[in-house]
């Protein structure tokens, strides 16, 4: 062999490397989204609101006109409601202290009114907008996900 073949070699044995590597990282993300998503609908099947959290999110809607809107912005998060048929609270997630910003946004649902439970039948999904608050060792960035006492 030459050294032109032994580098064309080398490329392609690269090029494919790399391409396996791409494949094998999109692949794992959407692993968790379909177990996240799977997680959402079997709460949603199974849950209803407390009477108190029926009120609460009578006042919610109402305060929307029954339409999607805006709930709460901080620097660390929004929070809104999605009107049905996707019928929902989301809380998107911008800080990098994802655990603090969860806890922060259930906090602030459970002053409104709802309980814990409420949350998780309503329900509430978390979406992380911030590529900074991306765990090394969990992948949610742009994944929803229940609290993480739901599941």
Sequence with gaps: MNKKQIIILISVILVLTLILAIFYLLRIPQGQLEKNVEAIISVQERGALSEGGEVTKKNIVDSLGGKTGVLLITDSMEIGYLDPPDERIMVFVLDKDVEKTESDAIN????????????????????????????????????????????
Aim: aromatic fraction near 16%.
């Design 108 to 151: 602030w649902l459970l002053s409104r009114g709802f309980s814990k439970e409420d949350l998780c039948n309503f329900p509430v999904i978390f979406s992380i907008d911030n590529p900074e608050a991306q765990p090394e060792e969990e992948y949610k960035l742009s994944t929803n996900y229940l609290p993480p006492y739901c599941l």
